[in-house]
Nanobody, 123 residues
C-alpha cells in the first residue's frame, strides 16, 4: 500500500513563505519520480514541479519558477516544496504524487497521490 502524507499547509499573507512536506516509505521513495501539483478553487489540477529519484534533475512550471523550490531528503524519505513570495493566486490544495519514468505534466499520468494540504494566501 503506497501512502503519501502531505503537511505544512496553512494561511499566509501575500509575500510570505511556506514549506510543504510529503512523507512516504523508503521502498518507493528510491524508485519513483515525485511531483507537486495543485488544484485551486474552481480550477483543474496544475502540475508545479518534479524531481527524479536521485534528486539530480528538477523541473518547474512557469507559474512557480523562481519562487518555489522542490527538494528531497532521501534519508528521511521526504519530499519538500519551499514556496516563497506567495501570491493570492497560489491558493490551492497542494498534492504530492509519484510515478515511474520521466517528469510529465499531465495529472492523469501519476500513479499515487497524497490527500493534499491546503494553502491559503490572503491578507
Amino acid at each position: 500500500q503506497v501512502q503519501l502524507v502531505e503537511s505544512g499547509g496553512g494561511l499566509v499573507q501575500p509575500g510570505g513563505s511556506l514549506r510543504l512536506s510529503c512523507a512516504t516509505s523508503q521502498s518507493i521513495f528510491d524508485i519513483y519520480l515525485m511531483s507537486w501539483l495543485r488544484q485551486g478553487p474552481g480550477k483543474g489540477v496544475e502540475w508545479l514541479s518534479g524531481i527524479y529519484s536521485d534528486g539530480g534533475d528538477t523541473q518547474y512550471a512557469d507559474s512557480v519558477r523562481g519562487r518555489f523550490t522542490i527538494s528531497r531528503d532521501n534519508a528521511k524519505n521526504t519530499l519538500y516544496l519551499q514556496m516563497n513570495n506567495l501570491k493570492p493566486e497560489d491558493t490551492a490544495l497542494y498534492y504530492c504524487a509519484l510515478r515511474r519514468g520521466t517528469v510529465v505534466r499531465a495529472p492523469q499520468e501519476y500513479d499515487y497521490w497524497g490527500q493534499g494540504t491546503q494553502v491559503t494566501v490572503s491578507s
